[in-house]
């Protein structure tokens, strides 16, 4: 009995001799810190860099050698590889599992962490609706999205895009994991969007608090008009997912405002605001 050939066997980067030049080009020049190589951003396992090869453009993914192992490598690929007919997110390109590299499509746009103000509120319900759309099929399809704001990008031509996404095998697209997998996705691109111009940052200087004020303010704009859409679709979105998305989204606003409004305190613009009601009696 023969073994069935392994799908990710004609991804090997080995199979692709000018790539591979052009990845392990990529790779020295990361590794010597040369200002040559584009760093797209970084994780605790991995660093991915942009490369330009023959017009195309792709994401390689480094591991830090770390905690890398060959079968850490292989099955990265392979939840790449799950989600190749879903236009949005990253495709797998070439993998080479004993050196850890990934290579993928790049996913075009900003990180919605880096997006402006004037950015944000330039973006068209037709945008908003189209993620709704890619969010829930994919789900439908055992794709699970990793909520971090770093994992979802915006281009204001092709719209919404996502990386670093999981798999999981669903077992019906009419049960109640479903509709948690549903609120989860919609609600972790809600937060995202909150989060914008603040994550991982600590403003200290009154020209960053000001700019953390106006980055949560729009973030939490962007979020509403998303979940607003959401309420529209039920075709798409389904009514019992939508409470658990409602929710989420506000205990998270609310606790955003209450973070620019210590900021606006900070720099003279307003009163500090009263502590959350479950606070009450802490002290």
Same mark, same amino acid.
């Given at each position: 009995?023969?073994?069935?050939?392994?799908?990710?066997?004609?991804?090997?980067?080995?199979?692709?001799?000018?790539?591979?030049?052009?990845?392990?080009?990529?790779?020295?020049?990361?590794?010597?810190?040369?200002?040559?190589?584009? +760093?797209?951003? =970084?994780? /605790? !396992?991995?660093?991915? @860099?942009?490369? #330009?090869?023959?017009?195309?453009?792709? %994401? &390689?993914?480094?591991?830090?050698?770390?905690?890398?192992?060959?079968?850490?490598?292989?099955?990265?690929?392979?939840?790449?590889?799950?989600?190749?007919?879903?236009?949005?997110?990253?495709?797998?390109?070439?993998?080479?599992?004993?050196?850890?590299?990934?290579?993928?499509?790049?996913?075009?746009?900003?990180?919605?962490?880096?997006?402006?103000?004037?950015?944000?509120?330039?973006?068209?319900?037709?945008?908003?609706?189209?993620?709704?759309?890619?969010?829930?099929?994919?789900?439908?399809?055992?794709?699970?999205?990793?909520?971090?704001?770093?994992?979802?990008?915006?281009?204001?031509?092709?719209?919404?895009?996502?990386?670093?996404?999981?798999?999981?095998? +669903?077992?019906? =697209?009419? /049960? !109640?994991?479903?509709? @948690?997998?549903? #609120?989860?996705?919609?609600?972790?691109? %809600? &937060?995202?969007?909150?989060?914008?111009?603040?994550?991982?940052?600590?403003?200290?200087?009154?020209?960053?608090?000001?700019?953390?004020?106006?980055?949560?303010?729009?973030?939490?704009?962007?979020?509403?008009?998303?979940?607003?859409?959401?309420?529209?679709?039920?075709?798409?979105?389904?009514?019992?997912?939508?409470?658990?998305?409602?929710?989420?989204?506000?205990?998270?606003?609310?606790?955003?405002?209450?973070?620019?409004?210590?900021?606006?305190?900070?720099?003279?613009?307003?009163?500090?605001?009263?502590?959350?009601?479950?606070?009450?009696?802490?002290?």
């Amino acid at each position: 009995m023969t073994n069935k050939p392994s799908k990710l066997q004609k991804y090997h980067l080995a199979e692709n001799p000018s790539l591979q030049a052009a990845v392990e080009d990529l790779v020295s020049d990361a590794l010597a810190e040369n200002p040559s190589a584009q +760093l797209l951003g =970084q994780g /605790s !396992a991995w660093r991915a @860099y942009e490369l #330009e090869l023959e017009g195309e453009k792709y %994401a &390689v993914k480094i591991s830090n050698g770390q905690t890398h192992s060959s079968a850490a490598t292989s099955q990265s690929a392979e939840r790449i590889l799950a989600g190749q007919h879903v236009e949005a997110l990253e495709h797998l390109v070439a993998f080479d599992a004993d050196r850890g590299v990934i290579v993928s499509s790049l996913v075009p746009g900003k990180r919605l962490i880096d997006l402006s103000q004037e950015e944000l509120s330039a973006i068209p319900d037709a945008h908003f609706k189209e993620a709704l759309h890619h969010l829930v099929t994919a789900t439908k399809d055992n794709i699970i999205f990793d909520p971090k704001p770093t994992n979802f990008l915006y281009d204001p031509k092709t719209g919404f895009g996502y990386v670093d996404v999981n798999v999981s095998e +669903l077992d019906s =697209q009419y /049960s !109640a994991d479903f509709l @948690y997998r549903v #609120e989860a996705a919609v609600s972790g691109f %809600a &937060v995202a969007l909150q989060n914008v111009g603040t994550y991982g940052k600590a403003p200290t200087s009154t020209d960053e608090k000001e700019l953390a004020i106006s980055s949560i303010e729009s973030g939490i704009k962007a979020s509403a008009r998303l979940t607003e859409i959401a309420g529209t679709m039920p075709d798409i979105v389904p009514p019992t997912s939508l409470l658990g998305i409602y929710s989420s989204t506000s205990i998270n606003a609310g606790s955003k405002a209450r973070q620019a409004a210590t900021y606006k305190a900070d720099i003279g613009l307003g009163p500090q605001p009263e502590a959350p009601g479950w606070t009450q009696g802490l002290d």
